[in-house]
């Protein structure tokens, strides 16, 4: 298993950072390389549902079903996606802290990447850098999204 972790600290209330993550529709306004998101049932919200994203980076089209498995309000939400013979189980934690100006919220984002497959096994260590660095961009601009809307709350 490999685990990348990014953290930010968020210009934004709990709540905001929180609703932000958790509303699916709105995956596309938070992160750049992701085109669409089709649920896969009747289910938009929570734990449970079930949705294909189709995000493009670097030139190439990739569509992944994913589940929001947890979300417990203002505390941790979790996607998981079983794709390219493995495993991708994010994690995002919430934690509210003290900022001389307002509230702000301290995100963290935990993935957690197990390979059942061979080719997986070996091609993930070798991608893994770009994952991260994927995380951060989009935890850059989910921040900055987050930040807009506190802005104007």
Not at 33 to 58: C, H, M, P, W, Y
Request: proline share 3%; aromatic share 6%; net charge negative.
């Amino acid at each position: 298993m490999r685990r990348v972790v990014v953290t930010r600290e968020i210009n934004a209330p709990i709540s905001t950072v929180f609703r932000v993550i958790t509303d699916i529709e709105r995956l596309p306004d938070t992160n750049p390389d992701i085109a669409e998101v089709e649920f896969l049932g009747s289910q938009r919200s929570g734990a449970g549902a079930k949705f294909r994203e189709t995000r493009s980076s670097n030139g190439r089209t990739m569509v992944t079903e994913l589940e929001l498995t947890e979300c417990v309000e203002y505390e941790r939400a979790r996607f998981v996606a079983d794709t390219g013979g493995t495993i991708w189980d994010t994690s995002f934690t919430f934690r509210e802290v003290t900022q001389g100006s307002g509230a702000a919220t301290l995100l963290e984002i935990r993935l957690d990447a197990t390979p059942h497959r061979l080719l997986a096994r070996i091609m993930n260590p070798l991608i893994m850098g770009k994952v991260r660095s994927g995380m951060q961009e989009h935890t850059e601009s989910l921040g900055a999204y987050c930040e807009s809307l506190a802005g104007s709350e």
